[in-house]
């Protein structure tokens, strides 16, 4: 056999593992961001909804519950919305 001097078989192995981890790296943040980006932004709303729905002895209260509820349900929905973007991403043949 002769090298007709193309690139190792193991350098071409390594540039696709580093291709890989830069994607899962990648993949990982979006995911990542999409989750805090859902609870900050359902913790505000549920916090303020709370807030304006509770008694006036227990607003306090109503800003904590609706805090929790909403920064839960912001959460979920901000990782289904990353998930989906990047099933797009995947099946868009980048």
Known sequence: MSNTGGPPAVAILFLLLFLFIVLVVIALVVLAVGALLGGGIGATVGGARGALSAPKGNR????WRGAALGGCLGVVIGLAAAV????LWWN???
């Open 84 to 87: 989906g973007l990047l099933y």
């Open 92 to 94: 868009a043949g980048f």
């Open 60 to 63: 306090e209260l109503g800003v």
